[in-house]
Protein backbone atom coordinates (compact mmCIF):
# COMPACT_ATOMS: atom_id res chain seq x y z
CA UNK A 1 0.00 0.00 0.00
CA UNK A 2 1.02 3.66 -0.76
CA UNK A 3 -0.18 6.60 0.78
CA UNK A 4 0.69 8.56 -2.55
CA UNK A 5 -2.28 10.04 -3.74
CA UNK A 6 -2.82 10.63 -7.67
CA UNK A 7 -2.65 13.63 -8.86
CA UNK A 8 -4.87 15.30 -11.12
CA UNK A 9 -3.94 17.88 -13.86
CA UNK A 10 -5.33 20.18 -16.69
CA UNK A 11 -4.59 19.60 -20.73
CA UNK A 12 -3.33 22.96 -21.60
CA UNK A 13 -4.91 22.58 -24.79
CA UNK A 14 -8.71 21.49 -24.29
CA UNK A 15 -9.12 21.63 -20.68
CA UNK A 16 -9.88 18.06 -19.25
CA UNK A 17 -8.81 17.22 -16.39
CA UNK A 18 -6.71 14.10 -16.50
CA UNK A 19 -5.43 11.82 -13.27
CA UNK A 20 -1.98 10.85 -13.09
CA UNK A 21 -0.75 8.14 -11.17
CA UNK A 22 1.51 9.45 -8.22
CA UNK A 23 4.62 7.01 -9.53
CA UNK A 24 4.33 9.02 -12.96
CA UNK A 25 4.54 11.96 -11.50
CA UNK A 26 7.06 14.25 -12.68
CA UNK A 27 6.97 12.63 -16.01
CA UNK A 28 5.19 13.96 -19.65
CA UNK A 29 1.93 12.73 -19.53
CA UNK A 30 -0.58 12.19 -22.72
CA UNK A 31 -4.30 13.85 -22.17
CA UNK A 32 -6.90 10.71 -22.25
CA UNK A 33 -8.97 13.05 -24.57
CA UNK A 34 -7.01 15.08 -26.91
CA UNK A 35 -3.90 13.02 -26.71
CA UNK A 36 -2.08 17.02 -26.13
CA UNK A 37 1.12 16.21 -24.15
CA UNK A 38 1.18 17.34 -20.41
CA UNK A 39 4.20 18.58 -18.52
CA UNK A 40 4.15 17.81 -15.22
CA UNK A 41 7.83 18.15 -14.17
CA UNK A 42 7.75 21.84 -13.24
CA UNK A 43 4.69 20.95 -10.78
CA UNK A 44 7.11 19.15 -9.10
CA UNK A 45 10.34 21.52 -8.13
CA UNK A 46 8.44 22.05 -4.49
CA UNK A 47 9.60 25.61 -5.22
CA UNK A 48 7.67 28.74 -6.12
CA UNK A 49 7.99 29.57 -9.95
CA UNK A 50 8.88 33.07 -10.38
CA UNK A 51 6.67 34.61 -13.03
CA UNK A 52 7.43 37.79 -15.27
CA UNK A 53 4.64 40.18 -17.33
CA UNK A 54 5.69 38.07 -20.44
CA UNK A 55 5.04 34.42 -18.86
CA UNK A 56 2.13 34.89 -16.57
CA UNK A 57 -0.52 33.65 -18.89
CA UNK A 58 1.19 30.49 -20.44
CA UNK A 59 2.26 29.76 -16.31
CA UNK A 60 -0.92 30.99 -14.60
CA UNK A 61 -4.08 30.63 -16.62
CA UNK A 62 -3.11 27.47 -18.73
CA UNK A 63 -1.71 25.62 -15.74
CA UNK A 64 -2.11 22.09 -15.33
CA UNK A 65 -3.27 22.42 -11.75
CA UNK A 66 -4.79 25.59 -9.88
CA UNK A 67 -2.28 28.27 -8.73
CA UNK A 68 -1.43 30.73 -5.90
CA UNK A 69 0.48 34.00 -6.83
CA UNK A 70 1.99 35.62 -4.22
CA UNK A 71 2.57 39.27 -5.32
CA UNK A 72 5.17 41.17 -3.34
CA UNK A 73 7.74 43.51 -3.19
CA UNK A 74 11.62 44.39 -1.82
CA UNK A 75 10.81 47.32 0.23
CA UNK A 76 7.78 45.37 2.02
CA UNK A 77 8.07 44.10 5.57
CA UNK A 78 4.90 42.04 5.69
CA UNK A 79 6.13 40.37 2.01
CA UNK A 80 9.25 39.03 4.09
CA UNK A 81 7.36 37.58 6.07
CA UNK A 82 5.17 35.92 4.44
CA UNK A 83 7.62 34.82 1.91
CA UNK A 84 8.78 31.49 4.25
CA UNK A 85 5.29 30.07 4.64
CA UNK A 86 4.95 30.46 0.67
CA UNK A 87 8.30 28.55 0.63
CA UNK A 88 6.59 25.85 2.37
CA UNK A 89 3.25 25.78 0.66
CA UNK A 90 4.82 25.34 -2.64
CA UNK A 91 6.63 22.15 -0.96
CA UNK A 92 3.82 20.86 0.49
CA UNK A 93 1.85 21.19 -1.99
CA UNK A 94 4.29 20.01 -4.92
CA UNK A 95 2.04 18.80 -7.88
CA UNK A 96 -1.32 20.00 -6.79
CA UNK A 97 -0.61 23.84 -6.69
CA UNK A 98 1.31 26.11 -8.84
CA UNK A 99 2.83 28.45 -6.19
CA UNK A 100 4.00 31.35 -7.64
CA UNK A 101 5.77 34.43 -6.88
CA UNK A 102 5.34 37.97 -8.84
CA UNK A 103 7.42 41.37 -8.45
CA UNK A 104 4.87 43.91 -8.80
CA UNK A 105 7.04 46.41 -9.08
CA UNK A 106 9.05 44.39 -12.35
CA UNK A 107 6.18 43.27 -13.48
CA UNK A 108 3.74 46.46 -13.61
CA UNK A 109 1.46 45.03 -16.64
CA UNK A 110 0.33 42.02 -14.35
CA UNK A 111 0.18 44.70 -11.07
CA UNK A 112 -2.20 46.54 -13.29
CA UNK A 113 -4.15 43.81 -14.90
CA UNK A 114 -5.51 42.23 -11.70
CA UNK A 115 -5.38 45.76 -9.69
CA UNK A 116 -2.82 44.95 -7.04
CA UNK A 117 -3.28 48.11 -4.63
CA UNK A 118 -0.97 46.67 -2.11
CA UNK A 119 1.67 43.68 -1.14
CA UNK A 120 1.74 41.10 -0.17
CA UNK A 121 -1.55 40.28 -1.91
CA UNK A 122 -1.76 36.45 -2.67
CA UNK A 123 -4.09 35.27 -5.92
CA UNK A 124 -6.09 32.37 -6.19
CA UNK A 125 -6.49 30.91 -9.95
CA UNK A 126 -7.83 27.96 -11.34
CA UNK A 127 -8.65 26.94 -14.83
CA UNK A 128 -7.66 30.23 -16.34
CA UNK A 129 -9.74 32.76 -14.06
CA UNK A 130 -9.39 34.29 -11.32
CA UNK A 131 -11.07 32.40 -7.63
CA UNK A 132 -10.42 34.67 -5.07
CA UNK A 133 -7.80 36.96 -3.22
CA UNK A 134 -6.26 37.20 -0.08
CA UNK A 135 -4.87 40.80 0.64
CA UNK A 136 -1.90 41.80 3.76
CA UNK A 137 -0.05 39.00 5.88
CA UNK A 138 -2.08 36.39 6.47
CA UNK A 139 -1.40 33.39 8.52
CA UNK A 140 -0.61 30.16 7.33
CA UNK A 141 -3.57 28.23 8.40
CA UNK A 142 -5.99 31.07 6.09
CA UNK A 143 -4.25 30.62 3.01
CA UNK A 144 -4.27 26.70 3.58
CA UNK A 145 -8.11 27.53 4.49
CA UNK A 146 -8.64 29.24 1.12
CA UNK A 147 -6.99 27.09 -1.01
CA UNK A 148 -8.77 23.79 0.51
CA UNK A 149 -11.36 23.56 -2.67
CA UNK A 150 -8.77 23.29 -4.76
CA UNK A 151 -6.78 21.00 -3.15
CA UNK A 152 -8.50 17.84 -4.59
ZN1 LIG B 1 -6.51 17.43 -23.94
Known sequence: MTQEKDYIVRC???RTKNRIPADKAGLTAK???????????ELFI???LILDDTDFSA???????????????TWCGPCQMIGPIVEQLASEWKGRIRVCKLNVDEN????????????????????????DSIAGAAPKHQIVRKMAPYLG
Open 59 to 73: KVLLSPVPVLVDCWA
Open 108 to 131: PATSAQYSIMSVPTLLIFDNGELK
Open 46 to 48: GKP
Open 12 to 14: ASC
Open 31 to 41: CGKCKSSIETQ
